[in-house]
């Protein structure tokens, strides 16, 4: 729902940012004559190719970002995942009994966060290696 949203106004913003520019198109005319010192005609069929060009520009950013953010890929489906073994890794949140059983509250160790008002520490001399990921 958030991303419907999200995507929604960026459409809104698209739309009114291709306005903007496309009423702006003999503004930049002037400018590139004053530059070069050259006169630059503006026709209607080069205004018209100049808006449709700036409009399918926009077509395609706005379709990439659909195919990235609404790209729905599963590339696990179907695969049962062995936990017992650590075929895929045995990392795990931790229950209560365990962080006061693995963990430390007056030894020095790495930090990692705090528990019941107090600093749980990683024991340097643990038997877990030190590849840590903290969630606050």
């Known amino acids: 729902m958030i991303k419907k949203i999200c995507f929604s106004i960026f459409l809104f913003f698209c739309f009114v940012l ?6 702006n198109i003999p503004k930049y005319f002037d400018i590139l004559k004053r530059c070069f010192k ?3 005609i503006l026709t209607n069929n080069l205004y018209t190719l ?7 520009i926009s077509i395609f950013i706005i379709l990439d970002i659909l195919l990235v953010l609404f790209r729905r890929e599963n590339k696990n489906k179907g695969i049962k ?3 017992e073994d650590g075929t895929y890794g045995t990392a795990n949140w931790m ?6 059983s693995v963990l430390s509250f007056d030894k020095p160790g790495i930090i990692l966060g705090k528990y019941n008002n107090k600093i749980v520490k990683l024991p340097f ?5 030190k590849n840590i990921c903290v969630f606050r």
């Open 18 to 23: 291709n306005i903007i520019i496309d009423l």
């Open 81 to 83: 995942f062995k936990t």
């Open 38 to 40: 050259k006169d630059i």
């Open 95 to 100: 229950s209560e009994d365990e962080i006061t």
């Open 50 to 56: 100049i808006c449709f060009i700036i409009a399918l």
């Open 125 to 129: 001399e643990s038997y877990f290696n």
